[in-house]
């Protein structure tokens, strides 16, 4: 589905990586219904992006917002994890 939807990312490539952990996010709770777990499996690969070069902005405050209100429409469900 990417969206080409910008997410805070210095760069397009970025921008495209993040969209497909929302995908995949959106796709977890599509199926399964559990918008934690979606979460969590959004945020863990965030941090795993951020260690790719080029990619460290990927655990930025803003991405990791973006990335939660895309994934999460439960406010119930915590930001901090």
Known sequence: MNDNKQYGMFTPE???MVSRIVEA???LVEQ???QLTAWAFAYRELRKLGFAKDF???TDTDVREQVYD?????QLVPFYI
């Open 14 to 16: 970025g921008n495209f």
């Open 25 to 27: 996010g959106r796709l």
């Open 32 to 34: 399964d219904g559990d």
């Open 56 to 58: 460290g902005e990927a």
């Open 70 to 74: 895309a994934v999460v429409t439960d």
